[in-house]
């Protein structure tokens, strides 16, 4: 069940808001269709169990907004907040390094990740995890959440000839790392 926050002062959690019985099976169903996909996207672009919080995260916002939102492009909120929630944590573990002077492994790939990858899917993770974090962001979004120019436009913030561009010089780059693998 998803913690509400109350109408009043904004961030402050308080009882969950009443809510009616379509409003709540809307968002269930929503939940119910979109929580895995958001959650590989996720896990794509951390390889963190954190994604779990940051796909919970949206979840909880988009409840608080549930009344500004047009339910056909709830997906689409679902999704920028999932990118955005990513881009923070990655934000705030920088400031937090320089701060602790504490520099965790960056490159330990996750337990989860060995047992749900072939050998040849890791390399492929692996390899994406070197490029920039807009190229990272526009591959996984074109060919693992399989979006469009103009969605994957919109959910990044970014212009569609940004998205071109990232995307064919994220493959130039993975192509090069893979060397003879063939990457589409």
Known sequence: MLVALSAGEVGAVDQPVAVGAEWDGALIDL??????????????????????????????????RWHAVDPAAAA????????????????RRGVARRHLHAVGPEDVPSADLAVLLTEEHREVVQALRTLPRRQREVLVLRYWSELSEAEIAEALGIARGTVKSSAARGLASLQKQLGDRRVR
């Open 31 to 64: 939940y119910r269709a979109q929580r895995l996909p958001l959650l590989r996207l996720a896990v794509l672009l951390t390889d963190d169990p954190a994604a779990e919080d940051v796909v919970q995260d949206a979840f909880v916002a988009l409840q608080r």
């Open 76 to 91: 689409g909120y679902l999704r920028t907040s999932v990118v955005n929630g990513v881009r923070t944590l990655f934000r």
